[in-house]
């Protein structure tokens, strides 16, 4: 119960990783606002982390929509009164070679992979510096550290994302905030659906574990982040990768 009491919002929660994280931060006793764009899957998300005992409720939020969110968090603060953990999980990819990615690929993936982050982080900062404490973890990637073949966009959301991380971590350090970024490597989630099997197969093989990670992985990192257990991790990229970018 390393999370006992912490009340945490989760983008992107209905589906993979973050999925994956509000069942871990359900189990390690947190309290969750599962935040997705896709009602149906937020219902669902919500039924099953009930089910399994937890303390949940659902929000139909578009991170790139900043009414929507300041509904969420005023919720989630008349509800249970305080915001302890922020997940900006919430990611898409629209893949394309620079020589014919578009701007409405180029801007939709900025807008919720990078504006998103900005919108939600934004919206949570004046709670946290009231309560004199808080934590803001943040989805980025290898993509984000290393750069990849046909994610212009998505390569500068994730580095985008650890620029704000060593931001937010010098801003707000010693208001009692910490702010870290989690940098997957391969994970198995729907995220990855339009890929073919043969291209899954040989990115399995550049792993040294010639794995991907399951959800479950990712969350772990996302949950210790969280935790008290944490508590002198501010700033930090961590790279989890089953070894990917040696
Ligand atoms: P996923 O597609 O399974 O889940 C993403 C969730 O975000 C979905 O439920 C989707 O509905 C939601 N979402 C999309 N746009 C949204 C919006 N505008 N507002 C609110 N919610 C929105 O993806 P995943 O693989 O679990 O990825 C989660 C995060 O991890 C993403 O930021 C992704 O970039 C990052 N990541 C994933 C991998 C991987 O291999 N799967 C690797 C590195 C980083």
Redesign the pocket.
């Known amino acids: 119960m390393r999370l006992k009491g912490k009340v945490a919002i989760i983008?992107?929660?209905?589906?993979?990783?973050?999925?994956a994280t509000a069942e871990k931060f359900v189990a390690e006793g947190a309290i969750v606002a599962v935040?997705?764009?896709?009602p149906d899957?937020v219902e669902a998300a919500v039924a099953a982390l009930r089910a399994a005992g937890g303390e949940a409720a659902g929000y139909r939020?578009?991170?790139?929509d900043k009414a929507q969110i300041a509904d969420m968090v005023g919720d989630v603060k008349a509800r249970y009164g305080r915001i302890d953990v922020l997940v900006n999980?919430?990611?898409?990819?629209m893949d394309a070679q620079l020589a014919k990615m578009t701007d409405e690929q180029f801007d939709k993936v900025i807008d919720?992979?990078l504006k998103?982050v900005y919108n939600c982080a934004r919206a949570v900062v004046d709670t946290m510096i009231a309560q004199g404490s808080g934590v803001i973890l943040n989805?980025?990637?290898?993509?984000g550290v290393y750069g990849n073949f046909g994610q212009t966009n998505?390569a500068a959301s994730?580095f985008g994302v650890i620029g704000f991380v060593k931001t937010w971590a010098k801003e707000l350090g010693k208001k009692g905030i910490r702010a870290n970024a989690v940098?997957?490597?391969?994970?198995?989630?729907?995220?990855?659906r339009s890929m073919p099997e043969k291209v899954i197969q040989a990115m399995e093989e550049r792993v040294p574990m010639r794995r991907?990670?399951q959800?479950e992985e990712?969350a772990n990192v996302y949950a210790f982040l969280a935790s008290d257990e944490a508590s002198y991790i501010n700033g930090a990229a961590i790279e989890v990768t089953g070894g990917l970018t040696l």
């Open positions: 983008t992107g929660a209905a589906s993979g990783i973050g999925l935040c997705d764009i896709n899957a939020v578009d991170v790139t999980n919430a990611g898409i990819v919720i992979n998103g989805a980025s990637s290898v993509v998505y994730k940098c997957p490597g391969f994970v198995a989630t729907p995220i990855l991907m990670a959800p990712i």
